[in-house]
């Protein structure tokens, strides 16, 4: 039976399956509470969840997300039940939680990660195209470097408790969601009011639907980043047919819910700056590439005892602090006075967005073992 | 016998080097991985690559035998 199910899950029809599944859900997390188009967004949540955490103070997005709770505990169940759990850490553990902090910068720039954007284009935001040519450019460039011998080396084995640390920190998290102390005088743990962060499904729903994520992911080794890498690496589509399914499922979900509507301007939690938008996922598949793995693949690994994913997602976490701290998160469109207004970047976000693209050409041309070794 | 050592090496790194060592020729070639994710991925590859592929399972690590 064990067997069987690896084998079905390992085939194309076990990753369109997964797929699917999350495309069913991810809507219905929107229908039951989630901010729109944003059923399942990896980065967001993270967002948010250092919101909550008082790691930035943009009061619309404070929510600890019990989505991303249920990714990693998903997998570690999964993990240990298919006898795959590994701890293993100590590949370039820094360079990882930049990347991670970069690649939340870019997509909170576009204000949305793949798994978002996918999400935003099957409910009918068109402004998720220039997203999504953004980070098959920024894996481009990524699948350029690792042609070339980019290489952030070897991990080791590990204690098994190494590999727990994610997960514990997980129950941490939800044990503060669902405690909601409040550690000083108008200090965290936050929870929104009012925007993005004030909108959620179910708490134990919403943790039912990412510990099934989890496990199917964990079986599949779904990636929205690996999906583009494979084509342009290898010619190998076997993850595009997952990100394919989930594409095609929720945007039948979105019109069979009612909530698929067409436009590129004033859609929800999105700006139609399109330079930017374009950008910012540019960076952030970039930094998805050279680290191995999108959001939502990172938080997974780090669910199966990998150290240095649970790095990345750390960096991710950081990122998305100074991110609002210093005002580098794209602004959404909004109708001010009655006049449409365009949302985007503001400088500084700009400007970090190109540091960003700079520090990951950095990364991808430095750290391969071609290079000339320094004595 | 070739022997392409991916321990400890995330993906794509195993898939690429297994592709390198199938593009130099030099079979049978010997893959080491330690993750199931590596094995699968290497295995799928070298399959549509024309290899045939046998997989020994090593305490947890695998080693996977390419052949022409």
């Known amino acids: 039976m064990s067997a069987r199910l690896t084998k079905f899950f390992a085939s194309r029809w076990g990753i369109i399956f997964a797929g699917a599944v999350i495309g069913v859900l991810a809507p219905l997390l929107q229908k039951l509470g989630n901010p729109p188009n944003m059923g399942i967004c990896v980065a967001c949540f993270e967002r948010d969840i250092a919101g909550a955490l008082g790691l930035h103070r943009a009061a619309a997005v404070q929510y600890i997300r019990p989505e991303i709770v249920g990714f990693v505990l998903g997998v570690m169940l999964a993990a240990y039940a298919f006898r795959e759990f590994r701890a293993r850490a100590g590949s370039a553990p820094i360079v990882r939680f930049v990347l991670g902090m970069f690649a939340m910068i870019g997509a909170l720039a576009f204000l949305g990660c793949p798994w978002r954007a996918i999400l935003r284009l099957a409910g009918g935001d068109l402004n998720a195209i220039l997203g999504l040519a953004g980070l098959a450019v920024g894996i481009t460039i990524g699948v350029q470097f690792l042609k070339a011998g980019y290489n952030l080396g070897r991990a080791q084995k590990t204690y098994t408790a190494v590999g727990w640390i994610m997960p514990l920190l997980m129950v941490g998290l939800f044990l503060l969601l669902l405690l909601a102390p409040t550690f000083s005088k108008e200090g965290p743990i936050f929870f929104s009011k009012t925007g993005p962060g004030s909108l959620h ?7 039912g639907v990412g510990l099934l994520v989890g496990v199917l992911a964990q079986r599949t080794r779904f990636c929205t980043m690996g999906a583009i890498r ?9 993850l595009l047919s997952g990100v394919a399914a989930l594409l095609a499922v929720a945007f039948v979900m979105n019109l069979a819910l009612g909530q698929a509507r067409f436009g590129l301007v004033g859609q929800p939690v999105a700006h139609s700056s399109f330079l930017w938008n374009f950008l910012g996922m540019a960076l952030s598949g970039l930094a998805f590439t050279l680290a191995g793995g999108c959001p939502g693949r990172q938080l997974f690994l780090s669910g199966e005892g990998d150290g240095d994913a649970a790095v990345f997602v750390t960096g991710m976490i950081v990122g998305a602090g100074f991110s609002h701290n210093f005002a580098l998160a794209g602004s959404p469109d909004a109708i001010v006075d009655g006049v449409a207004k365009t949302g985007g970047l503001t400088p500084y ?13 950095l990364v991808g041309f430095t750290m391969r073992e071609t290079a000339p070794k320094e004595v | 016998m070739e022997t392409v050592d991916a321990r400890g090496l995330s993906c794509p790194q195993p898939v690429i080097l297994a592709r390198k060592a199938i593009d130099a020729g030099q079979f049978p070639i010997e893959v080491l991985v330690e993750s199931v994710t590596s094995r699968e991925n290497v295995r799928r590859m070298a399959e549509k690559a024309g290899c045939k592929v046998a997989v020994a399972e090593m305490g947890d690590e695998f080693k996977l035998t390419l052949s022409k």
């Open chain 1, 201 to 207: 499904a179910p708490v134990f729903f919403a943790l």
């Open chain 1, 230 to 238: 494979d084509v342009i690496l290898m010619r190998e589509t076997h």
């Open chain 1, 349 to 361: 976000g700009m400007g970090a967005v190109i540091l960003g693209l700079a520090a990951c050409l």
